[in-house]
């Protein structure tokens, strides 16, 4: 009985592990860069508010143009009138005529149909409006879609360096750990000072305290990282050992500067707020202009007035014209609007030209970090190649008992310096080269 009981409580604590176990793997992610993009981008706030805004202009351009169909409007009405008023009558040789026969119920219906068939271009122009405002919104939302895959891609480069740092500053540990034994032995021996084991230690104690903090900012990036994903916050991400391939163009600085002034959305933009300008003012210049329309009413009427005299019967009439309306005031009202107009113009190609300014100060920037970036990874290179190959030296003489433990230590700073300088360098310059990439979109 005791066996079959100890048989059980053992089944249940592997099913218990397992099931631990199980949901610690489904809360690894691996995260390759283009999946945090796409994932950003579709969890984005920012470009589901544009998404919003986007049907918004749809909506107002369909109801732009639903303003050029027939307007239709009916009129149902019923009127009790009292009877305290005395008809006056008429004598005429065939007999008596009422004048004013006293018709208690009176219905008034009518279906009266508008059409404008011109109205100095408004409606199409008013139209026009509306399709550009649908374009800006476009142009907005590259340049936010932009931005936000920039930020994931600076977040995970900061994670990928911080991950490798983290691994050079472990292994470097683990390798002053073991050689405080060899010193350890020393001292035992009488070859070393118990305080130069001393140093060893305190150099630990230094690189330990320096991995607390690579670890707390890597939980930070994590997090952030998991929040502009869209992922569950305490879900346990992680960056592959390899930056991802990217194809480097060796254009010129004035290439850059040409694609970046073409293809800036921001500059589409302001275009197309330049061309609503434009619109505005012949919408301004088209209220000198009269407007014409048709229409058509029928009315249903009791008492009908074309009828004399009046009779308590539901007659039917109808009336159809041209109409033609001009606003005399708006001849000398409109100068003001046309002026107006011609400012915001003026005005749009002024912020046009500024625009263009700072994005060709931004393109220069990120151009000449760039070649500053890549002059660093060999400058690294070369850094790295040195400081190992003084390691080399120091570690060898330092287990011969030829140098000082200062001096080994002093090695191994440079080394563990030189290594991370590298690894910060090429993801520096590969971030480097995807700004000069967003800066000319």
């Known amino acids: 009985m005791a066996n079959s009981n100890f048989a059980k409580q053992a089944a249940l604590s592997i099913l218990v592990s397992s099931l631990l176990f199980s949901s610690t793997l489904q809360a690894q992610r691996m995260l390759p860069l283009d999946d945090a993009i796409s994932m950003a981008v579709a969890h ?131 390798l002053l750990t073991n050689q405080k034994k060899d010193a350890d032995n020393f001292v035992q021996q009488g070859i070393l000072l118990a305080n130069d084991v001393l140093k060893i230690e305190l150099a630990i104690t230094n690189l330990q305290s320096d991995l607390s903090d690579i670890v707390n900012t890597q939980k930070l990036l994590k997090y952030n990282l998991c929040l502009l994903t869209g992922l569950d916050t305490k879900t346990a991400i992680d960056v592959p050992d390899a930056l991802p391939v990217i194809i480097q163009q060796g254009d010129s600085l004035d290439q850059y500067l040409e694609k970046a002034v073409k293809n800036r959305a921001e500059l589409k933009g302001l275009s197309i707020r330049k061309e609503q300008a434009t619109v505005g003012l012949k919408i301004s210049r088209s209220n000198y202009l009269p407007t014409l329309s048709v229409g058509g009413t029928v009315n249903y009427d009791q008492p009908n007035q074309r009828l004399f005299p ?13 109409f033609l309306n001009w606003n005399l005031t708006d001849l000398y009202t409109t100068k003001q609007r046309v002026r107006e107009s011609k400012l915001s113009i003026e005005n749009m190609s002024s912020i046009m030209e500024q625009a263009t300014e700072g994005i060709q100060i931004e393109v220069n920037e990120d151009y000449n ?19 190992t190959e003084n390691f080399r030296v120091e570690q060898n003489r330092f287990q011969t008992n030829t140098t000082t433990p200062t001096d080994f230590l002093n090695a191994n700073i440079l080394l563990t310096n030189a290594k991370i300088n590298l690894i910060t360098s090429t993801a520096n310059a590969e971030l480097a080269y995807r700004k000069l990439i967003k800066s000319t979109n």
């Open 369 to 387: 970090n760039y070649l500053q970036a890549r002059q660093k990874i060999e400058i690294a290179n070369k850094a790295l190649a040195q400081a």
């Open 44 to 174: 984005s706030k920012q470009l589901q508010l544009d998404s919003i805004q986007l049907q918004l202009a749809d909506s107002r351009l369909i109801q732009s143009k639903n303003a050029q169909l027939p307007q239709v409007n009916a009129n149902l009405s019923y009127i009790r009138i009292s009877d305290n008023i005395t008809p006056f009558k008429v004598a005429f040789p065939t007999g008596e005529v009422t004048l004013n026969p006293q018709i208690l119920n009176q219905y008034y219906n009518s279906v009266q149909v508008r059409q404008l068939i011109w109205g100095g271009g408004k409606a199409r122009y008013g139209n026009e409006l509306r399709a550009l405002d649908k374009k800006t919104i476009y142009f907005d939302l590259d340049k936010n879609k932009a931005d936000i895959s920039y930020t994931i891609t600076t977040l995970w480069y900061n994670l990928f360096t911080v991950k490798q740092s983290r691994k050079i500053v472990e292994a470097n540990i683990e």
């Open 310 to 322: 009046n009779q308590a019967t539901i007659t039917g009439t109808w009336n159809a014209g041209v």
